[in-house]
């Protein structure tokens, strides 16, 4: 019933951009606290950003003026612009939906950074 599903992950080139959606069914992003999270090969899946339910935004200090998270009430979506993408920004990125002690994670969408 409830879904989360990642999409826009690609290779990209350093100092390229790229934009990451989420799309939640079953669930209202404005009622959720939805997150970006990232697991590159043989590491930790570590937070990257989240928008609270109230719209608070918040990004990791690795990330900070590079990614920029945003939500879509209307479409039911939540985004991460991602700008100045470096080699180690490489991973799989997942998106989760949180409320309570509900977590929804979804499959996940790669991100590769290579010249």
């Known amino acids: 019933q409830v879904q989360v599903v990642e999409s826009g992950g690609a290779l990209v080139q350093p100092g390229g951009s790229l934009r990451l959606s989420c799309a939640a069914s079953g669930i209202s992003v404005s009622l959720y606290n939805m997150g970006w999270y990232r697991q590159a090969p043989g590491k930790q899946r570590v937070f990257v950003a989240q928008v609270a339910s109230t719209g608070l935004t918040y990004t990791t200090e690795s990330v900070k003026g590079r990614f920029t998270i945003g939500r879509d009430i209307v479409k039911n979506m939540v985004y991460l612009q991602m700008s100045s993408l470096k080699p180690d920004d490489t991973a799989v990125y997942y998106c989760?939906?949180?409320?309570?002690?509900?977590?929804?994670w979804g499959q996940g969408t790669q991100v590769t950074v290579s010249s």
């Open positions: 989760k939906a949180q409320r309570l002690s509900d977590d929804y």
